[in-house]
């Protein structure tokens, strides 16, 4: 599977160089954005869905966005963070296309590419390290608009630091669908690109000529899945990063996505999150 460089274009919301000292203990964290960081001193423990990772001097770590952990800490711990969303409207998603590995052991570069991050973007720390403080609806707003607003020269250097850094990763990135038949590949394509529209099934069959069981059969044998429950699944997670970062009422992102039936669009929401669209909202909103 091939990556489209020109079509990668992430944002940072926050860097910084945090200091703790067994403080930093977090439960059950679930962000619309990565992280990324760089242990300087010290260690603490990060609990991912695979397992628990130790976290320790000389390395880098990668938090895939919508992925719940836990983070323990009860000694002294140094590291650089970076918080990135990738821009929803970008054609390619190197996050959602590529699995990266949790841990790499950094190359003796990494320390001052982090340092330079911050050193350009002082105004994007962390006033403090509670997720709850930032990790809401209009602190996501207003970060975005704030690194949008940046100087084009700060964002064009911060944007090749956040290649570099994440270039690392890629090395070892894997594919989390690896998909061979070319039009499988081209119809993976369009659904990610006309997200925000009632996405017919049928015209997607007919315009490749083949039968609809065929296109079926054919596309989870590819993915893993059927193409409605793909489309659902991206819709959803779209969805999701609407609602953390756009001042939208939860009926018009159903609308802004495709789904005329504002009941099926809360079922397939709760299906997939495990809470309806409002509640999801809820607890984004809860410590603004």
């Known amino acids: 599977m091939s990556l489209n460089i020109d079509d990668i274009h992430p944002q940072i919301l926050n860097v910084g160089l945090a200091r703790h000292m067994a403080d930093w203990n977090w ?54 963070y970076v918080h990135i969303y990738e821009d929803m409207n970008s054609s390619a998603n190197l996050f959602e296309d590529w699995a990266f590995p949790v841990e790499i052991k950094a190359e003796g570069y990494e320390e001052e590419l982090f340092a330079r991050l911050c050193s350009i973007n002082p105004d994007m720390n962390l006033a403090k390290s509670d997720p709850s403080t930032y990790d809401n609806n209009s602190t996501l707003i ?36 690896d998909v061979k038949d070319d039009r499988i590949r081209n119809v993976i394509g369009y659904v990610r690109t006309h997200l925000a ?32 429950k793909y489309i659902n699944q991206k819709k959803i997670e779209r969805a999701q990063l609407i609602l953390a970062t756009k001042d939208m009422s939860v009926k018009n992102v159903a609308l802004f996505l495709g789904f005329e039936d504002f009941s099926y669009f809360n079922r397939v929401f709760k299906k997939a999150t495990g809470v309806t669209p409002n509640d999801y909202r809820r607890r ?3 410590d603004t």
């Open 284 to 286: 984004l909103m809860q």
């Open 142 to 177: 207003r970060n975005l608009s704030r690194s949008k607003h940046v100087p084009s020269y700060i964002r064009l250097e911060t944007r090749g630091i956040i290649l570099q850094l994440l270039a690392s990763f890629f090395k070892h990135a894997v594919p989390k669908i």
């Open 197 to 228: 529209e009632t996405i017919n099934l049928d015209e997607i069959v007919d315009s490749l000529c083949l039968s609809k069981d065929y296109f079926i059969r054919l596309f989870k044998q590819e993915t893993g899945v059927t193409p409605m």
């Open 27 to 80: 439960k059950n964290v679930n962000s619309s954005f990565a992280r990324l960081y760089y242990i300087v001193e010290g260690t603490a423990k990060i609990v991912l869905p695979d397992g628990i990772h130790e976290l320790i001097p000389g390395h880098m770590y990668f938090v895939p966005a919508f992925t719940e952990h836990s983070c323990i800490c009860d000694s002294r711990f140094t590291h650089y």
